[in-house]
């Protein structure tokens, strides 16, 4: 099974570079098959990782960040893939 996990964050106003940079500097372990960063307006940062591991299964996931790098606590989702 594969199971996808989404961070998403969004940054205090001029923070959106920082944000990114943090959320690109994070190491999981162990490491994810695949791994994709996107950013939005508004300073939005949004992580996906794909795992081969049971829905349930204790995954790595990105930490909070910094208080004074977001507007709010992060959003975090799991997904199950269902194929292409």
Excluded: C, K, N
């Excluded at 190491?27 to 349930?56: G, H, K, M």
């Amino acid at each position: 099974m594969t199971v996808a996990l989404m961070w998403e964050a969004r940054a205090t106003t001029g923070r959106g570079e920082d944000l990114l940079a943090w959320a690109r500097a994070q190491e999981l372990t162990p490491s994810p098959l695949r791994r994709e960063t996107f950013r939005a307006p508004q300073d939005r940062v949004l992580v996906i990782t794909w795992w081969d591991a049971d829905y349930a299964a204790d995954l790595p996931e990105l930490p909070e960040p910094a208080d004074e790098l977001v507007t709010r606590a992060v959003h975090r989702w799991r997904f199950e893939s269902l194929g292409a």
